[in-house]
């Protein structure tokens, strides 16, 4: 394990700092716009737009790495991105809000392309799962250190934001001092969904799906905490926890998808993440602590691990030129899901209560299974049709095993 993550050893070290500063932020900004008395529909659609940021990040931020290379890049965004915590607290009102959580949303959907064509890079398809279950374990871990800032200070002050600008800016200094051969800079970096979705229909579609549901996550679930909880220190506890879940899942299920299938996997935290979004939803009026504290754990442990096996999946199948294009690619239907999610999740909230947004993420963790099995049974279905067919060429003795053995093949590789 050593050895395959050393040479990713100082990306890894920089990740961690850059996101415990981004979740620091993350759980703030929701916290203090509520405190402010934004409109939880304002509040939804901030997260809609960082997401907005982040999807036009994914579209040209392969183009800046293209140009200038995976480090300059990476310095870049973390200096742009370490000065939006100091403009929130000097530009208080949901326009102004609004357009910094774009231009964060920006700065790290790009940052976020840097790292994991970085790790693919690094990568097989024997250790993939694991390489990225371990970094995305270190990441939430540190995403749940920075929402437990969110307790050294009142949110209505303005530490916490220089906190987290700090840690942003921090993020950039092992990269920038690292010996480590970075990955050559790519010749072709334009998304194509279509050839994405050819790639892996299903890791396509989960990344849509992740984002939806974590998008919603990311920009309400404080708020969801704070009024079921009706006490802020919830919304840290229940982010965390959340986080803390996520992190201690992602190793174990890495591990299990490069052992036992991908797939199979893909359809599991699917839907135990949809059981546990209705359990959400119908406790959420009546919601101790305690049971807030556990579902979040839960919930977090099936809901985060989703993108990183959709990512391995995809990749799975990809050339490695492709690697830029399908970071980019795979990021970007992230990003869209994301910023749809807060917008339904939050009308959601608005219509019924506070469990709202569960039973939003509930029904498209639904849809991915269902997507997941109507792929599957139709591949079964051609790979019999096409059996039958090899076998009659064959007793004719004008085909080959080889021929069969191609076609299963294929059926696989297209779900």
């Not at 579902?295 to 977090?300: E, F, P, S």
């Not at 985060?304 to 799975?316: K, M």
């Not at 990809?318 to 294009?325: D, F, G, L, N, S």
Request: glycine content about 8%; overall charge neutral.
């Amino acid at each position: 394990m050593i050895r395959v993550l050393a040479p990713v050893a100082a990306l890894l070290i920089s990740v961690s700092i850059l996101l415990a500063g981004q979740g620091l932020q993350g759980t703030l900004l929701p916290v203090r716009a509520s405190l402010e008395q934004f409109p939880t529909l304002a509040i939804g659609a901030m997260g809609a737009t960082y997401f907005f940021g982040f999807t036009v990040g994914c579209l040209k931020g392969g183009e800046l790495v293209r140009r200038v290379g995976h480090v300059r890049v990476f310095l870049a965004m973390t200096a742009v991105a370490s000065a939006s915590p100091l403009l929130h607290v000097l530009l208080i009102s949901p326009m102004s809000w609004g357009v910094l959580r774009f231009m964060t949303g920006f700065c790290f959907a790009v940052l976020y392309i840097v790292i994991e064509s970085w790790l693919n890079d690094s990568a097989d398809n024997t250790n993939r799962g694991v390489i990225f279950s371990t970094y995305s374990m270190i990441t939430l871990t540190v995403l749940a250190a920075g929402q437990m800032m969110m307790l050294l200070y009142v949110p209505t002050g303005f530490e916490l934001f220089i906190i987290a600008s700090v840690l942003v800016s921090l993020g950039a200094v092992p990269i920038a001092l690292s010996t480590s051969p970075s990955p050559a800079q790519p010749q072709a970096v334009s998304v194509d969904v279509l050839r994405l979705y050819q790639i892996s229909p299903s890791g396509t579609v989960g990344c849509l799906v992740s984002g939806l549901a974590n998008g919603a996550f990311w920009a309400l679930a404080p708020v969801f905490a704070s009024k079921v909880g009706k006490d802020v220190s919830l919304a840290a506890w229940f982010m965390t926890s959340a986080v803390i879940g996520g992190a201690i899942a992602q190793w174990p299920l890495g591990l299990l998808s490069d052992r036992a299938g991908r797939r199979k996997v893909l359809v599991g935290v699917s839907l135990a993440g949809c059981f546990t979004g209705l359990a959400l939803y119908m406790l959420a009026d009546s919601m101790q602590f305690a049971t807030a504290i556990i579902l979040a754990l839960i919930c977090g442990a099936f809901a985060f691990p989703l993108y990183v096996i959709s990512v391995a999946y995809t990749n799975d199948f990809a050339e490695t030129t492709e690697y830029v294009m399908v970071s980019s690619g795979l990021l970007l239907m992230y990003g869209l899901g994301a910023t749809i999610g807060p917008l339904i999740a939050s009308f959601a909230m608005t219509e019924s209560n506070p469990g709202g947004m569960y039973a939003f993420t509930a029904l498209v963790h639904l849809a991915l299974v269902l997507f997941v099995a109507v792929r599957f049974l139709w591949s079964r279905s051609v790979a019999e049709q096409q059996s039958t067919f090899s076998d009659a060429l064959s007793s004719a003795q004008t085909a080959s095993q080889v021929y069969e053995e191609e076609l299963l093949q294929k059926s696989e590789r297209d779900v």
